[in-house]
């Protein structure tokens, strides 16, 4: 078993909708957790960074992080075209390293 | 301010060619990453770097992989000989602080192609 679950998609939504893109982790150790947006033959973009639990919003998107379920979920809200890329959550303790779920890849149709 | 900088952005060697990537971090940062990223998966940690020291290579494949990061500042990652299995992008990502990971920025990637 994976320490990081994402299912990799591809979801597929109208433009406008409200998008929930999520992962599972397994290490309770984790405090540190991030969304990173990926545009095809690009490097990750950072998105959202949280310190554990708790919500926190950015302009369109809002990061949600539940430690208690090991879940972590990332909303984008009135989604565009240009929302369209592959999604890493990410995750770490002090001074380790980031452990990414595999992605999902989003598709956002005008 | 300039990102990552990552070169080549493409690669194409025959297997057992010997091949080197080369990564100039943002200004400043101190620590730098090297990350492997097969297709359809995210990143995996190859080597960290903490100044000129390598604090975590753990996961580098020693037997043919090796990197250095000389005077603290850009990095050279070399594969010889090169296998099938290491078609894939590597990433450089740098950040300000040990513990600041989450504020790791990347580059764009160089995608290796081996035939």
């Known amino acids: 078993q994976k320490e990081v679950e994402q299912d990799p998609g591809p979801l597929s939504v109208p433009e406008g909708a409200i998008v929930s893109l999520n992962c599972t982790y397994s290490?309770?150790?984790?405090?540190?957790f991030m969304w990173y947006r990926q545009y095809s033959r690009k490097g990750p973009e950072l998105l959202m960074y949280?310190?554990?639990?708790g919500n926190k919003e950015d302009g369109r998107f809002t990061a949600q992080v539940d430690k208690s379920s090991k879940y972590i979920s990332l909303f984008i809200r009135d989604s565009q075209p240009s929302d369209s890329a592959t999604y890493l959550c990410?995750?770490?303790?002090?001074?380790?390293?980031?452990?990414f779920g595999a992605g999902t890849i989003l598709r956002v149709k005008s | 301010e300039a990102g990552v900088v990552q070169s080549p952005r493409y690669k194409i060697i025959e297997k057992k060619q010997p091949v080197a990537f080369w990564c100039n971090p943002i200004?400043?940062?101190?620590?730098l990453y090297w990350y492997l990223q097969n297709l359809g998966q995210g990143p995996e940690l190859l080597i960290r770097y903490e100044n000129e020291e390598a604090v975590d290579d753990s996961q580098l494949p020693k037997d043919r992989f090796s990197a250095e990061r000389l005077k603290g500042v850009d990095s050279t990652l070399k594969i010889q000989p090169a296998e099938l299995g290491d078609s894939a992008v590597y990433l450089c990502a740098s950040s300000l602080e040990r513990g600041e990971i989450a504020e790791a920025f990347f580059g764009q990637g160089t995608r290796l192609t081996v035939v």
């Open positions: 990410a995750m770490s303790w002090y001074g380790n390293k980031l452990v």
């Open positions: 949280t310190y554990s639990s």
């Open positions: 290490n309770s150790a984790f405090q540190y």
């Open positions: 200004s400043g940062h101190n620590t």
